[in-house]
């Protein structure tokens, strides 16, 4: 008997686990006995980590709108492919209030999926959100303030889970310099660390100083095997990639390939490409409409040993702004200076243009796939879920 209630139940979680969310959360309002088990904490496990292929990868897109009092909104749109790889939405755009600003949002950082959680970020705000089942959560600000007559500004952000401490956290790097006449002097380096379970912000103290400065474009950071990742910006050419492991919390540098170089160079984005560690260079923006200008797609083959480059591929004329994902292992996503959403066939090609579009420079894309993922509470006083 005990062995057929046990088969029984694994037949029931193999059948929930091929359900979408959306319909997993209706259970609530259908059974109880269903509804506490898909929220269990064996069952969300099971949902992340059940076998997918790349035609379950869903396409989050950010932009920013602008209205006609000169606000900018965040709006996110939640996508789905079909086998043409046109793009239909699967759930009404949402607006996103807490990222509405005067300007396009054009330097936000759009990090994730870790472990289910997608963060968007831009210098003041952290939100953190799974768009399977649109819960979010609006991080507390740093409450580490800059005494005058210093003053900082934010060099990057990054965001990822820690296997070892099981937890996700947030980091800011700044750059904190005392102001002479107007102009910036005696740079130093803070890191900050938010600490989302526990929920609370703190200063490392071990930072190592010299590390380079960071390069910025809207994909030039993302999270990759326990790390977050930034392209730097080294004293003396080639580029190399700046890493920070969330559980030792320490800087690691790795070069680049030797023709990735920062003066008169071209751009470069960080993606993954078939779990692979991927940087693109790509036309400045300047030189972008030249046809005679080439975009390259670098895998490092080996990411825990010695650096080994391999460019995969190389594309002629592309007209991009910036790179944004690569989706169903073949589709580069990107911007291009008109604020549409394109894509190029890595294998053939071909360029497509699709109708999305934003305030240039404002476009993001998370590549996720859906997951009952819950967002760590806060404590007290603090910031809590909520749903859009």
């Not at 009092?69 to 086998?83: A, M, N, R, Y």
């Not at 660390?193 to 030039?220: C, M």
């Not at 394109?342 to 360029?351: A, G, I, K, P, Q």
């Amino acid at each position: 008997m005990v062995v057929m209630m046990k088969l029984l139940q694994d037949v029931v979680i193999n059948i929930l686990l091929m359900l979408p969310v959306k319909s997993l959360t209706r259970l609530k309002y259908l059974s109880k006995i269903f509804y506490t088990l898909v929220q269990s904490s064996t069952f969300v496990n099971l949902h992340l980590n059940r076998p997918t292929t790349f035609k379950d990868g869903l396409i989050l897109f950010k932009r920013s709108i602008k209205q006609d009092d000169d606000l900018h909104k965040t709006i996110l749109s939640f996508l789905s492919g079909d086998d043409e790889n046109h793009l239909s939405p699967i759930n009404p755009d949402l607006d996103v209030p807490c990222m509405a600003s005067n300007y396009s949002n054009g330097f936000d950082q759009f990090i994730g999926p870790c472990q289910g959680i997608i963060a968007l970020m831009d210098n003041l705000t952290s939100v953190l959100f799974n768009p399977s089942t649109r819960n979010y959560r609006l991080l507390p600000p740093s409450p580490f303030n800059i005494p005058p007559p210093f003053s900082y500004a934010i060099e990057c952000v990054g965001f990822g889970f820690d296997n070892i401490a099981n937890d996700y956290k947030v980091i800011r790097i700044l750059d904190v310099y005392l102001e002479d006449h107007g102009y910036p002097q005696d740079f130093e380096k803070k890191i900050e660390v938010y600490d989302v379970y526990i929920d609370s912000w703190r200063e490392l103290d071990h930072a190592d100083q010299n590390f380079p400065t960071i390069y910025w474009s809207p994909g030039s950071q993302m999270f990759y095997q326990g790390s977050c990742h930034w392209i730097g910006i080294p004293v003396e050419d080639p580029m190399v990639i700046l890493s920070f492991d969330l559980s030792t919390e320490t800087f690691h540098t790795a070069k680049t390939p030797d023709s990735c170089y920062f003066m008169n160079g071209p751009s470069y984005g960080l993606a993954v490409l078939n779990d692979t560690f991927t940087l693109i260079c790509y036309p400045r923006t300047e030189r972008a409409k030249n046809t005679n200008e080439f975009t390259y797609i670098w895998l490092r083959k080996d990411y825990s040993g010695c650096d080994s480059w391999i460019k995969k591929y190389t594309i002629k004329g592309l007209p991009i702004q910036s790179p944004l994902a690569i989706w169903r292992e073949c589709l580069l996503l990107f911007q291009c200076s008109n604020g549409f959403l394109m894509s190029c066939n890595l294998r053939s090609n071909e360029v497509s243009e699709y109708n999305l579009h934003g305030s240039p420079t404002s476009l993001r894309v998370i590549i996720y796939k859906e997951s009952l993922t819950l967002i760590p509470r806060g404590y007290g006083s603090s910031t809590q879920i909520e749903t859009f």
